[in-house]
């Protein structure tokens, strides 16, 4: 179990320890980057002033990152923003599950990774995502979080993380071949 003192230093370790990925995990949630520095910084300060409530039961990173969760989605609720919710839970079943397993190449794969249209078209992909499955493709697939920090962070069992990757890398396909490889073939 462990405690947080109270000392000024331990709050500055947090930033250097867990800025860079909480920014990048809530920009990747608001695709604002004015409004992630805003809820990693409202999350900082709700955890200094909290600091006597932590009881130590989880890692540090999990007790911020649980914060911040609530920041993100307080943020959203105040924006009346649905954006996140775009695609429900429902969409899933619209992805057939005999995908077809070959993957066929109409362009070299080094040339799209440098196709700045590739990647916006991604980034809308996962925007499109239900927000359970894209908040574990973006710690664990983005973030480079490995799947136990992941499971520990979401309160997930690891079966259920792994179903949650499958289904998010299924709907991701999907939507790469409707909106970039078949466009890209007409």
């Known amino acids: 179990m462990h405690r947080l003192s109270n000392s000024q ?13 909480m920014y990048r995990y809530t ?4 695709g604002d980057r004015g409004v992630a520095e805003e809820l990693v910084q409202e999350t900082f300060l709700a955890a200094i002033a909290g600091k006597s409530g932590f009881k130590g039961e ?19 609720r105040r924006q009346n923003n649905h954006n996140e919710a775009m695609v429900g839970d429902d969409t899933l079943q619209t992805i057939p599950t005999s995908l077809d397993r070959s993957v066929h190449w109409r362009d070299d794969p080094a040339a799209i990774f440098e196709d700045q249209e590739f990647w916006k078209t991604f980034d809308r992909c996962v925007e499109k995502l239900p927000n359970k499955l894209s908040e574990v493709f973006i710690l664990r697939e ?4 490995s799947a136990k920090e992941v499971c520990e962070l979401l ?4 079966t259920n993380l792994s179903m949650r990757l499958h289904r998010c890398r299924l709907a991701l396909r999907e939507c790469l071949n409707r909106n970039w490889f078949d466009d890209k073939g007409k």
């Not at 989880?58 to 959203?76: E, G, M, N, P, Q």
């Not at 309160?155 to 690891?158: M, N």
Request: hydrophobic letters at 40%; one cysteine or more; aromatic letters at 16%.
């Open 142 to 145: 983005v973030n480079q979080y």
């Open 9 to 21: 230093d331990e709050s500055c370790e947090w930033v250097d320890q867990y800025g860079d990925a």
């Open 155 to 158: 309160g997930l069992g690891a």
């Open 27 to 30: 920009l990747a949630r608001t």
């Open 58 to 76: 989880s890692s540090v990173s999990t007790w911020l990152f649980a914060i911040l969760k609530r920041k993100t989605a307080d943020y959203f």
